[in-house]
């Protein structure tokens, strides 16, 4: 059984959950310093925030741009993850390699696009208002 493979190798619940917070943490910081559209991601974040603070937003529409935020910045992770597992498959020109890595881009472009509609749809009274 997997608890008991686990107890045999002296790992407990407590022990195993730390080193996959550890590495769950070395992952994202290693995308942070070595991905340059997570820190896009990050600068438009912040600046959506700021001004989300200036709109004084409601509670539900807060929840939608932190829900927004995160979904992006997770698409930037595993398309991350998808390149690096094609890179390690492959460092030669491939037609699937090239699939796989425009298909896993294609999720963050779309979800982009859906991002700056909902950014219309939650601004663009508050902006009305002040004109
Ligand atoms: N092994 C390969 N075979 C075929 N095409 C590839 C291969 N590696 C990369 N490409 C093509 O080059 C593009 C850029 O790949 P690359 O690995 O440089 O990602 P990137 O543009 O640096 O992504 P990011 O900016 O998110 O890090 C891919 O979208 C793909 O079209």
């Not at 509670?59 to 995160?70: D, G, P, Q, Y």
């Not at 910045?73 to 597992?85: G, L, P, R, S």
């Not at 699939?99 to 472009?109: F, G, H, N, R, T």
Request: glycine letters at 4%.
């Amino acid at each position: 059984m997997l608890m008991d493979s686990k107890e045999h190798k002296g790992k407990g619940f407590r022990g195993s959950f730390a080193k996959s917070f550890h590495y769950a943490l070395e992952g994202f910081l290693l995308v942070l310093k070595t991905e340059r559209n997570i820190k896009i991601h990050l600068i438009i974040a912040s600046v959506v925030i700021l001004i989300s603070i200036y709109f004084q937003l409601s509670t539900i529409e807060w929840a939608i741009v932190f829900l927004v935020i995160a979904i992006m910045i997770v698409i930037e992770i595993i398309n991350t993850a998808i390149e690096n597992v094609v890179d390690l498959v492959t460092e030669d020109y491939h037609p699937l390699a090239k699939v796989a890595k425009d298909v896993a881009a294609s999720a963050a472009l779309v979800f982009a696009c859906i991002s700056v509609i909902i950014g219309v749809i939650l601004f663009s009274p508050y902006i009305i208002e002040m004109l």
